[in-house]
T-cell receptor, first 113, second 114 residues
Framework: EPEVTQTPSHQVTQMGQEVILRCVPI?????FYWYRQILGQKVEFLVS????????KSEIFDDQFSVERPDGSNFTLKIRSTKLEDSAMYFC???????????FGSGTRLTVV | SQKIEQNSEALNIQEGKTATLTCNYT??????LQWYRQDPGRGPVFLLL?????KEKRKERLKVTFDTTLKQSLFHITASQPADSATYLCALAPRGGSQGNLIFGKGTKLSVKP
């Protein structure tokens, strides 16, 4: 069964540092997403990406965040200057044309110290 | 204000019984509603989708209902097994949204005891 792959599974970073979270979506999917889940909280939408551009973003996705699909297979989330409150599980998801169910990756646990 | 709520944080049932989980929403007009399963430390796994014009959907031991008048969806697992123990999330897609701002509930943690 096709999978969404995320790396690394766990990242610890110092406050103020930049981090890049990586995702390889399912190859024939067209819609890509980042969500996050703070421990014990809801899964929250960050950003959706389609046709090589952001199609929607939430209030959480401020200027510190950016996404890229540099090479047609990888999909990355960059946090420019991490804050303690960015500590969360970050999930990448994708879906195909005509699909409505999302396929999520296993997540990257980001810990900002 | 807009809310999506799963009324029970936790539900404990005996193996073989039917588990019923509830999802209520206010101030949304969802085009469809989805249910996901989430195991600890893992990403959500898609289970079922039900559209606004559908009353009921089934998949094996799973059944979802959708009542847009009550603004409620019920998720049933029949003949529950210990392997069904997980957190179940409901998520809705607001009508008029673009490609995918899913709004998630906080989840109900289901424990099925042998």
């Amino acid at each position: 069964e096709p999978e969404v792959t995320q790396t690394p599974s766990h990242q610890v970073t110092q406050m103020g540092q930049e981090v890049i979270l990586r995702c390889v979506p399912i190859s024939n999917h067209l819609y890509f997403y980042w969500y996050r889940q703070i421990l014990g909280q809801k899964v929250e939408f960050l950003v959706s990406f389609y046709n090589n551009e952001i199609s929607e973003k939430s209030e959480i996705f401020d200027d510190q965040f950016s996404v890229e699909r540099p090479d047609g297979s990888n999909f990355t989330l960059k946090i420019r200057s991490t804050k303690l409150e960015d500590s969360a599980m970050y999930f990448c998801a994708s879906r195909g044309l005509g699909d409505y169910g999302y396929t999520f990756g296993s997540g990257t646990r980001l810990t900002v110290v | 204000s807009q809310k999506i709520e799963q009324n029970s944080e936790a539900l404990n049932i005996q193996e073989g019984k039917t588990a019923t989980l509830t999802c209520n929403y206010t101030n949304y007009s969802p085009a469809y509603l989805q249910w996901y399963r989430q195991d600890p430390g893992r990403g959500p796994v898609f289970l079922l989708l039900i559209r606004e014009n559908e009353k009921e959907k089934r998949k094996e031991r799973l059944k979802v209902t959708f009542d847009t008048t009550l603004k409620q969806s019920l998720f049933h697992i029949t003949a529950s097994q210990p392997a069904d123990s997980a957190t179940y999330l409901c998520a809705l897609a607001p009508r008029g949204g673009s490609q995918g701002n899913l709004i998630f509930g906080k989840g109900t943690k289901l424990s099925v005891k042998p």
